[in-house]
């Protein structure tokens, strides 16, 4: 049960469970997971994956904390503009270890300290993920915006979150797109040009040419580009 201002707005929630951080129990640490127990009641328990620290968990904010928390990561829907062509999609077939295939998936990575500290973290992350992980160096006279400042993943399992942005690069011929900045784990296995065609039937199909599966954040990223440029 909810209360709502006048517009309609939610702004208080009732009956549900508040955490502090006597009844989160680290269950597991790495350096780029975590899992934690959280106790919402007397005997009730619920799994918590996360790549946050205690102190930063998200479950440990207060709304305010919350509303206004930056990211884990951006996702950018990258846009190519060719000499004379149609805008294309810019997607990389990149290595997924949870699922154990290369998914064509979107130009995307966590926001580093370096990010955290800038005027405008978001774009900041994304221009630098943009350059490592294709090569491009996004100019001043190319377009990079904010389409979702933070969306959740996948709740149920974990507090993970992402910003989507849109860039819309200006470059010469396709030659400029290279995978060679790949670090640490990641690993590239080459990448699509998709035109307004290409775009329509992985968006309708689900399925990349290879008849794979691909992730949430590429279905979200190519209904965009399929919203604005067709």
């Not at 005997?43 to 620290?53: L, N, P, Q």
């Not at 503009?81 to 077939?93: R, S, T």
């Not at 309708?204 to 979200?220: C, H, K, V």
Request: charged share 30%; proline share 4%; aromatic share 10%.
């Amino acid at each position: 049960m909810t209360d709502a201002d006048k517009t309609g707005s939610v702004t208080d929630f009732r009956e549900r469970p508040h955490y502090t951080e006597d009844n989160v129990v680290t269950l597991y640490d790495a350096r780029y997971v975590r899992l934690y127990d959280l106790q919402y009641r007397e005997g009730a328990h619920y799994c918590d994956a996360s790549r946050r620290t205690k102190e930063e968990l998200v479950a440990l904010k207060s709304d305010g904390e919350f509303r206004s928390m930056l990211p884990d990561a951006v996702t950018i829907a990258v846009v190519v503009i060719l000499p004379g062509e149609e805008p294309k999609l810019l997607l990389n077939y990149e290595y997924r270890y949870p699922i154990g295939q290369y998914l064509l998936s979107p130009i995307a990575g966590l926001i580093d300290s370096a990010d955290r500290d800038g005027d405008n973290p978001l774009v900041t992350a994304a221009i630098r993920e943009i350059h490592e992980e294709c090569g491009l160096v996004v100019k001043p006279t190319d377009k990079v915006t904010v389409l979702n400042p933070c969306a959740l993943s996948s709740p149920g399992m974990t507090d993970e979150s992402n910003a989507f942005l849109c860039a819309e690069i200006k470059v010469e011929d396709a030659s400029k797109v290279s995978q060679d900045g790949a670090e640490g784990t990641e690993l590239f296995a080459g990448f699509e040009l998709a035109d307004i065609a290409e775009a329509t039937r992985l968006f309708e199909t689900g399925r990349d040419r290879y008849g794979n599966f691909f992730s949430l954040a590429t279905w979200a990223v190519l209904g965009y580009f399929l919203r604005e440029y067709r």
